[in-house]
């Protein structure tokens, strides 16, 4: 059970679905699993405070065609653990270590999100990197140095999406993953 003061981004005007509900099969936990923890659907929940500063984010970013896609907010510390244990059996403990924050578990308070872009016109998820390129390409300024077109993009669009998030209170989580980032309007700007 989320802790008091959460809602469900289905409440406002935002747009997402709970990732590992999503891609639970992909690894290796059952919906069964996630029941057993409290994870019943794709809901997002989020702390209310979230709300405003995302809706924020919303407007701005519909400005230039594009829409905020939440693929994760709140994360049990239970889900953690859970997605933790399959992680580590499916890519092994120094791979998972690298892109999951097990010590500090951020989404466990609510006020962390993941989150990608969609194009307005189209309501489809807008590539931010390529696949190709592996785990490396979802850390900040992967792209930086590369002088061909896509990659110009993708880093253009990852400053977009970093900067506009910055300006409304959420700063990069610990890992500087380029798409996850902690309500912290307290603290500086981390990029």
Not at 86 to 94: A, I, L, P, S
Request: net charge neutral; charged share 30%; glycine share 6%.
């Amino acid at each position: 059970m989320p802790p008091e003061n959460f809602v469900s981004i289905n409440e406002s005007n935002l747009k997402g679905s709970n990732f590992y509900w999503g891609k639970a099969e992909q690894y290796g936990i059952t919906k069964d699993e996630l029941k057993s923890i409290g994870l019943t659907d794709d809901r997002v929940l989020l702390h209310q405070d979230l709300i405003k500063p995302l809706l924020d984010v919303e407007d701005e970013l519909q400005k230039q065609n594009y829409r905020l896609f939440i693929k994760e907010g709140y994360r049990s510390k239970e889900l953690y653990k859970l997605v933790y244990q399959k992680r580590v059996v499916q890519f092994g403990k120094e791979k998972t270590d690298s892109l999951m924050n097990i010590s500090d578990m951020p989404h466990a308070m609510g006020k962390s999100v993941d989150v990608v872009l969609l194009d307005l016109k189209t309501n489809t998820e807008v590539s931010m990197r390529d696949p190709k390129d592996g785990t490396d390409a979802l850390f900040t300024n992967f792209y930086r140095d590369r002088t061909d077109k896509q990659s110009q993009e993708h880093q253009r669009l990852q400053d977009l999406l970093i900067n506009i998030m910055q300006k409304h209170g959420f700063r990069l989580g610990k890992l500087r993953e380029y798409f996850h980032f902690d309500y912290r309007p307290d603290v500086p700007k981390n990029y």
